[in-house]
T-cell receptor, first 118, second 112 residues
Framework: GAVVSQHPSRVICKSGTSVKIECRSLDFQATTMFWYRQFPKQSLMLMATSNEGSKATYEQGVEKDKFLINHASLTLSTLTVTSAHPEDSSFYICSARDLSGVVNTEAFFGQGTRLTVV | GNSVTQMEGPVTLSEEAFLTINCTYT??????LFWYVQYPGEGLQLLLKATKADDKGSNKGFEATYRKETTSFHLEKGSVQVSDSAVYFCALINTGRRALTFGSGTRLQVQP
């Protein structure tokens, strides 16, 4: 199956700093990428959807100025957590799909990034 | 809107026991249904899927049948192993939406 690589897998940062998480599709064109957040022992919460070359669409309650998403190419999307605070500590997972065709294609997931803000 | 309801865990079983994890959904139209598995500290891996009513998805001994009449997609395995210990997520995707809708996840613990 297709591979989505997410980096870094773990990051610890100080309060007030920014952290960038990368999500790459390695062997297919990801026209659409999704960013999820997962709290301990809970399900995945969709944060935003991004299409290559356009602005991301954020879910209700997600601060777009805090969670900056860039999807500049068909193989790379980035999530930047700006001015991070301890409550931003979480597991972030990206997902990618190729929606350029008419087939309802599968979504592939990155390995996730464990962010800890101290 | 779309929603997925899973049985709460954790589910604790002995090795070689039979596994069922219930999943029901609410959706308009004809969604595709999925089971994903998440091992500790990792992302999600697709376990199996079914795209239309009465389809049976299967992989690694796991099976699930798309039951439109009961809006269900229960996950089963005849004989679990310790290595099956993980969190299992039922999910759906609808033609009108591009993102998956996930259930809350069910943690499975298999004891030797």
């Amino acid at each position: 199956g297709a591979v989505v690589s997410q980096h870094p897998s773990r990051v610890i940062c100080k309060s007030g700093t920014s952290v960038k998480i990368e999500c790459r599709s390695l062997d297919f064109q990801a026209t659409t990428m999704f960013w999820y957040r997962q709290f301990p022992k809970q399900s995945l919460m969709l944060m935003a959807t991004s299409n290559e070359g356009s602005k991301a669409t954020y879910e209700q309650g997600v601060e777009k100025d805090k969670f900056l998403i860039n999807h500049a190419s068909l193989t790379l999307s980035t999530l930047t957590v700006t001015s991070a605070h301890p409550e931003d500590s979480s597991f972030y997972i990206c997902s990618a799909r190729d929606l350029s065709g008419v087939v309802n294609t599968e979504a592939f997931f990155g390995q996730g990034t464990r962010l800890t803000v101290v | 809107g779309n929603s997925v309801t899973q049985m709460e865990g954790p589910v604790t079983l002995s090795e070689e026991a039979f596994l069922t994890i219930n999943c029901t959904y609410t959706a308009t139209g004809y969604p595709s249904l999925f089971w994903y598995v998440q091992y500790p500290g990792e992302g999600l891996q697709l376990l199996l899927k079914a795209t239309k009513a009465d389809d049976k998805g299967s992989n690694k001994g796991f099976e699930a049948t798309y039951r439109k009449e009961t809006t269900s997609f229960h996950l089963e395995k005849g004989s679990v192993q310790v290595s099956d210990s993980a969190v299992y997520f039922c999910a759906l995707i609808n033609t009108g939406r591009r993102a998956l809708t996930f259930g809350s996840g069910t943690r499975l613990q298999v004891q030797p």
